[in-house]
T-cell receptor, first 112, second 115 residues
Framework: DAKTTQPNSMESNEEEPVHLPCNHS???????IHWYRQLPSQGPEYVIH???SNVNNRMASLAIAEDRKSSTLILHRATLRDAAVYYC?????????????FGSGTQLTVLP | DAGITQSPRHKVTETGTPVTLRCHQT?????MYWYRQDPGHGLRLIHY???????DKGEVSDGYSVSRSKTEDFLLTLESATSSQTSVYFC??????????????FGNGTRLTVT
Protein backbone atom coordinates (compact mmCIF):
# COMPACT_ATOMS: atom_id res chain seq x y z
CA ASP A 1 0.00 0.00 0.00
CA ALA A 2 1.20 3.49 -0.75
CA LYS A 3 1.56 5.24 2.61
CA THR A 4 2.13 8.77 3.81
CA THR A 5 4.12 10.16 6.72
CA GLN A 6 3.21 13.39 8.50
CA PRO A 7 4.37 15.08 11.70
CA ASN A 8 2.06 14.42 14.61
CA SER A 9 1.57 18.06 15.46
CA MET A 10 2.45 21.60 14.42
CA GLU A 11 1.80 25.07 15.76
CA SER A 12 1.28 28.30 13.96
CA ASN A 13 0.49 31.87 14.86
CA GLU A 14 -2.71 33.40 13.63
CA GLU A 15 -2.46 35.24 10.31
CA GLU A 16 0.87 33.65 9.47
CA PRO A 17 1.45 31.09 6.71
CA VAL A 18 1.53 27.41 7.60
CA HIS A 19 3.39 24.72 5.70
CA LEU A 20 2.22 21.18 6.45
CA PRO A 21 4.59 18.53 5.06
CA CYS A 22 3.83 15.03 3.86
CA ASN A 23 6.20 12.31 2.70
CA HIS A 24 5.01 9.65 0.27
CA SER A 25 8.16 8.00 -1.01
CA UNK A 26 6.33 4.94 -2.41
CA UNK A 27 3.96 6.95 -4.57
CA UNK A 28 3.32 5.60 -8.05
CA UNK A 29 3.33 7.69 -11.18
CA UNK A 30 -0.42 8.11 -11.45
CA UNK A 31 -1.39 8.31 -7.75
CA UNK A 32 -3.13 11.51 -6.76
CA ILE A 33 -2.23 13.35 -3.57
CA HIS A 34 -5.27 14.40 -1.54
CA TRP A 35 -5.51 16.53 1.58
CA TYR A 36 -8.40 16.54 4.02
CA ARG A 37 -8.90 18.20 7.35
CA GLN A 38 -11.06 17.33 10.31
CA LEU A 39 -12.38 19.86 12.74
CA PRO A 40 -13.43 18.72 16.21
CA SER A 41 -16.62 16.66 16.24
CA GLN A 42 -16.99 16.79 12.46
CA GLY A 43 -16.31 14.50 9.54
CA PRO A 44 -13.22 15.03 7.39
CA GLU A 45 -13.47 17.83 4.86
CA TYR A 46 -11.81 17.81 1.44
CA VAL A 47 -9.16 20.53 1.06
CA ILE A 48 -7.23 20.05 -2.16
CA HIS A 49 -5.66 17.47 -4.44
CA UNK A 50 -3.05 17.27 -7.16
CA UNK A 51 -0.96 15.00 -9.33
CA UNK A 52 2.23 16.73 -10.44
CA SER A 53 1.74 20.46 -10.71
CA ASN A 54 1.19 22.84 -7.82
CA VAL A 55 -2.47 23.56 -7.20
CA ASN A 56 -4.34 26.46 -5.66
CA ASN A 57 -7.91 26.83 -4.49
CA ARG A 58 -9.80 29.10 -2.14
CA MET A 59 -8.77 27.09 0.90
CA ALA A 60 -5.10 26.34 0.33
CA SER A 61 -2.22 25.64 -2.02
CA LEU A 62 -0.55 22.33 -2.67
CA ALA A 63 3.13 22.23 -3.56
CA ILE A 64 4.33 18.91 -4.97
CA ALA A 65 8.00 18.03 -5.16
CA GLU A 66 9.44 17.38 -8.58
CA ASP A 67 10.06 13.71 -7.75
CA ARG A 68 6.56 13.54 -6.18
CA LYS A 69 7.90 11.86 -3.06
CA SER A 70 6.73 14.69 -0.87
CA SER A 71 4.20 17.48 -0.85
CA THR A 72 3.33 20.49 1.27
CA LEU A 73 -0.06 21.92 2.08
CA ILE A 74 0.14 25.69 2.44
CA LEU A 75 -2.37 27.74 4.36
CA HIS A 76 -1.51 31.30 3.41
CA ARG A 77 -2.92 33.00 6.50
CA ALA A 78 -3.87 30.73 9.33
CA THR A 79 -7.00 31.56 11.29
CA LEU A 80 -8.28 30.04 14.50
CA ARG A 81 -10.85 28.16 12.42
CA ASP A 82 -8.01 26.33 10.65
CA ALA A 83 -7.14 24.45 13.83
CA ALA A 84 -7.79 20.85 12.84
CA VAL A 85 -6.19 17.51 12.02
CA TYR A 86 -4.84 17.55 8.47
CA TYR A 87 -4.60 14.29 6.55
CA CYS A 88 -2.49 13.63 3.50
CA UNK A 89 -3.59 10.53 1.58
CA UNK A 90 -2.84 8.94 -1.75
CA UNK A 91 -5.63 8.02 -4.13
CA UNK A 92 -4.27 5.33 -6.40
CA UNK A 93 -5.08 5.36 -10.05
CA UNK A 94 -6.94 2.05 -10.04
CA UNK A 95 -9.66 3.71 -8.03
CA UNK A 96 -9.82 0.85 -5.55
CA UNK A 97 -11.47 2.02 -2.38
CA UNK A 98 -9.20 -0.25 -0.40
CA UNK A 99 -6.40 2.21 -1.00
CA UNK A 100 -8.18 5.26 0.38
CA UNK A 101 -6.16 4.93 3.56
CA PHE A 102 -5.94 7.73 6.07
CA GLY A 103 -2.86 8.02 8.28
CA SER A 104 -2.85 9.63 11.69
CA GLY A 105 -2.53 13.15 10.31
CA THR A 106 -1.05 16.36 11.69
CA GLN A 107 -2.78 18.21 14.51
CA LEU A 108 -2.50 21.90 13.71
CA THR A 109 -2.77 24.33 16.60
CA VAL A 110 -3.26 28.00 15.74
CA LEU A 111 -2.19 30.43 18.41
CA PRO A 112 -3.92 33.80 18.73
CA ASP B 1 -22.96 20.21 2.69
CA ALA B 2 -22.58 17.31 0.31
CA GLY B 3 -26.06 15.98 1.03
CA ILE B 4 -25.10 13.20 3.42
CA THR B 5 -27.12 12.34 6.48
CA GLN B 6 -26.09 9.77 9.05
CA SER B 7 -28.52 8.35 11.56
CA PRO B 8 -28.59 8.04 14.44
CA ARG B 9 -26.00 10.61 15.51
CA HIS B 10 -25.49 8.93 18.85
CA LYS B 11 -26.33 5.46 20.08
CA VAL B 12 -25.65 3.45 23.19
CA THR B 13 -26.26 -0.26 23.01
CA GLU B 14 -25.46 -3.39 24.95
CA THR B 15 -22.99 -6.10 24.03
CA GLY B 16 -24.57 -8.77 21.86
CA THR B 17 -27.36 -6.66 20.41
CA PRO B 18 -27.69 -5.94 16.69
CA VAL B 19 -27.17 -2.38 15.53
CA THR B 20 -27.79 -0.76 12.16
CA LEU B 21 -26.40 2.59 11.14
CA ARG B 22 -27.80 4.42 8.15
CA CYS B 23 -26.18 6.68 5.61
CA HIS B 24 -28.42 8.60 3.26
CA GLN B 25 -27.25 10.71 0.33
CA THR B 26 -29.10 13.04 -2.00
CA UNK B 27 -26.29 13.32 -4.57
CA UNK B 28 -26.98 10.13 -6.55
CA UNK B 29 -23.31 9.12 -6.32
CA UNK B 30 -22.32 5.53 -7.03
CA UNK B 31 -19.60 5.17 -4.43
CA MET B 32 -20.35 5.09 -0.72
CA TYR B 33 -18.05 4.17 2.15
CA TRP B 34 -18.12 3.35 5.84
CA TYR B 35 -15.14 4.28 8.00
CA ARG B 36 -14.55 4.02 11.70
CA GLN B 37 -12.36 6.38 13.67
CA ASP B 38 -10.60 5.48 16.88
CA PRO B 39 -7.90 7.28 18.86
CA GLY B 40 -4.48 6.31 17.59
CA HIS B 41 -5.81 4.67 14.41
CA GLY B 42 -7.15 7.48 12.29
CA LEU B 43 -9.90 6.54 9.87
CA ARG B 44 -10.09 2.93 8.75
CA LEU B 45 -12.23 1.63 5.93
CA ILE B 46 -14.86 -0.95 6.92
CA HIS B 47 -16.84 -1.56 3.72
CA TYR B 48 -17.63 0.28 0.57
CA UNK B 49 -20.17 0.13 -2.23
CA UNK B 50 -19.74 0.89 -5.92
CA UNK B 51 -23.39 0.58 -6.83
CA UNK B 52 -26.73 -0.90 -5.81
CA UNK B 53 -26.10 -4.36 -4.36
CA UNK B 54 -22.38 -4.04 -5.15
CA UNK B 55 -20.26 -3.97 -2.03
CA ASP B 56 -16.77 -4.99 -0.94
CA LYS B 57 -14.72 -5.25 2.22
CA GLY B 58 -12.27 -2.76 3.58
CA GLU B 59 -9.39 -3.28 5.99
CA VAL B 60 -11.48 -3.77 9.15
CA SER B 61 -14.62 -5.55 7.94
CA ASP B 62 -14.80 -8.37 10.52
CA GLY B 63 -17.98 -8.14 12.58
CA TYR B 64 -19.70 -5.82 10.12
CA SER B 65 -22.02 -6.29 7.18
CA VAL B 66 -23.48 -3.77 4.75
CA SER B 67 -26.36 -3.50 2.36
CA ARG B 68 -27.24 -1.16 -0.44
CA SER B 69 -30.67 -1.75 -1.93
CA LYS B 70 -31.06 1.83 -3.21
CA THR B 71 -28.56 4.32 -4.55
CA GLU B 72 -29.27 6.76 -1.76
CA ASP B 73 -28.95 4.44 1.25
CA PHE B 74 -25.99 2.49 2.58
CA LEU B 75 -26.57 0.53 5.79
CA LEU B 76 -23.92 -0.72 8.18
CA THR B 77 -24.93 -3.55 10.51
CA LEU B 78 -23.23 -4.91 13.57
CA GLU B 79 -24.86 -8.31 13.93
CA SER B 80 -23.78 -8.71 17.55
CA ALA B 81 -22.15 -5.60 18.93
CA THR B 82 -18.97 -5.88 20.99
CA SER B 83 -17.18 -3.31 23.12
CA SER B 84 -14.35 -3.16 20.56
CA GLN B 85 -16.86 -1.69 18.12
CA THR B 86 -17.31 1.39 20.25
CA SER B 87 -16.21 4.09 17.85
CA VAL B 88 -17.22 7.01 15.70
CA TYR B 89 -18.52 5.86 12.34
CA PHE B 90 -18.31 8.03 9.25
CA CYS B 91 -20.04 7.60 5.95
CA UNK B 92 -18.56 9.10 2.80
CA UNK B 93 -19.61 9.41 -0.82
CA UNK B 94 -17.65 9.95 -3.98
CA UNK B 95 -18.70 11.00 -7.44
CA UNK B 96 -16.63 8.40 -9.28
CA UNK B 97 -17.99 9.57 -12.60
CA UNK B 98 -15.92 12.73 -12.20
CA UNK B 99 -12.80 10.63 -12.45
CA UNK B 100 -10.39 8.57 -10.39
CA UNK B 101 -9.25 11.67 -8.55
CA UNK B 102 -12.64 12.84 -7.34
CA UNK B 103 -12.67 13.64 -3.61
CA UNK B 104 -14.62 12.05 -0.79
CA UNK B 105 -17.37 13.91 1.03
CA PHE B 106 -18.08 12.85 4.59
CA GLY B 107 -21.07 12.90 6.86
CA ASN B 108 -20.89 14.18 10.42
CA GLY B 109 -20.57 10.77 11.99
CA THR B 110 -22.37 8.43 14.37
CA ARG B 111 -20.96 7.97 17.84
CA LEU B 112 -21.63 4.39 18.93
CA THR B 113 -21.02 3.17 22.45
CA VAL B 114 -21.29 -0.53 23.24
CA THR B 115 -21.57 -1.25 26.96
Amino acid sequence: DAKTTQPNSMESNEEEPVHLPCNHSTISGTDYIHWYRQLPSQGPEYVIHGLTSNVNNRMASLAIAEDRKSSTLILHRATLRDAAVYYCILLISSGSARQLTFGSGTQLTVLP
Amino acid sequence: DAGITQSPRHKVTETGTPVTLRCHQTENHRYMYWYRQDPGHGLRLIHYSYGVKDTDKGEVSDGYSVSRSKTEDFLLTLESATSSQTSVYFCAIRDRERGYNSPLHFGNGTRLTVT
